[in-house]
C-alpha cells in the first residue's frame, strides 16, 4: 500500500494539470492551426462526442503545442545531419495515442490528422492503429489466448516494434497487416502500408506496454506520447453503450462477428457485456493499460459524457 500512494504521488508530481479554461487560453488567435472543422460526424468514434468547442478549447492549443515540438524534433534532426554529415531528415515525427478500449483514442488520433494535414499541407501525415498486430483469432486459439484477446501476449510485440523501427529509421514501404472490427479479426491477405510520412499517429491499448522479454518499449520510438484518461465506471458505460451500437448495426448482417449475440435476449447480451468488461476489459486496463500512463508527455481527461475536463503536461 506504501509502495502504491508513493508511485501515486510520483506520478502526479510528474505533471502540470490545466483544466479545459485554462488550457483553451492557451490558444491565441492568428496562429496558424487555427480553424473549425467540417465533418464532425465523420471523425468521431462510435459512442463518442466531438464539437466544434472541443476543437477549439482542446485541439487548437494541443496543435499549437504539438507544432512547437515538431519544429523543434525538425531543427534538432537538421543540426544533428549537419554535424555528421549526412541526411536525417527521413524519420517521421511519431506521435502515440494511449488508453483503455472505448476511451476515445481514434476520436482524438483522427481529430490530430485532421488539422495536422491542414497545418502541414506539405507534409505527409498518416495514422495507424496497433489492432493489426494482434494475432489472428485461429493463431489465438492455438496458444489458448482467445479470452486474454487484447492483453500484452495476444499481440505480436516482436513485429510491432520492428516495424516502428523501421519506420524510424525512414524505409520507403512499411506494412502491417489489416483488422477488421467487422469481422474482429485479422482480415486473411490484407495489408496497410505505410510510405515515409513525415508525421505518423499510432493509436493502441498497448503502445506504451513493454513486451514479454524485452527491454525497449513501443514508446522508445514516440517523439510524443498522448494517454486518453477517464473514470473507469465511465469507460464502462461507455464500452457498453458502444456493444450495444454494435450489436443494433450488425442485427441484419450474418458476416458481423456480433450478428449471432445480435439475436440474444436483452438479458444473455446484457450479462455478455458485463462479462467481458470485468473479465477482459477491465482486468486490462487495471493490470497493463493505467499503470502506463506515466509514460505520457500529455494526458487527455474526460469526465461524464466524454466530456473533456482537464490536460495533464509532463514537466519533464
Known sequence: MIASKRKELCVVETYTHYSREE??????????????????????????????????????????YIDLLYMLAHHAAKQKGAFF???????????????????????????????????YPDQKVEMMTTDGFLYPNEELRRRGLMSRKGFPESYDMVALLEFMREIKLGETTVSYPEYSHSIYDIVPGQMNTIEQPDILIVEGINTFQLPQNQQIYVSDFFDF?????????????????????HLTDAKDDPTSYFYEMAH?????????????????????????????KDRADLIIHKGEGHVIDQISVRKY
Open 225 to 245: 506520447a498522448i494517454y486518453v484518461d477517464a473514470e473507469p465506471l465511465n469507460i464502462k458505460k461507455w464500452y457498453i453503450k458502444r456493444f450495444l451500437m
Open 85 to 119: 554529415d549526412r541526411d536525417t531528415s527521413k524519420a517521421p515525427f511519431v506521435i502515440g495515442i494511449s488508453g483503455s478500449v472505448a476511451v476515445g483514442k481514434s476520436t482524438v488520433a483522427r481529430v490530430l490528422r485532421e488539422l495536422l494535414d491542414y497545418t
Open 23 to 64: 488550457w483553451r487560453d492557451f490558444y491565441y488567435s492568428g496562429e496558424r492551426v487555427s480553424r473549425e472543422i467540417d465533418n464532425l460526424d465523420e471523425l468521431v468514434s462510435l459512442n463518442d462526442r466531438l464539437t466544434q468547442e472541443d476543437v477549439q478549447d482542446i485541439y487548437r492549443p494541443l496543435l499549437h
Open 264 to 292: 440474444w435476449t436483452p438479458e444473455e447480451i446484457e450479462n455478455y457485456g458485463n462479462e467481458i468488461w470485468y473479465t477482459i476489459n477491465m482486468t486490462n486496463l487495471v493490470q497493463h493499460i493505467e499503470p502506463t
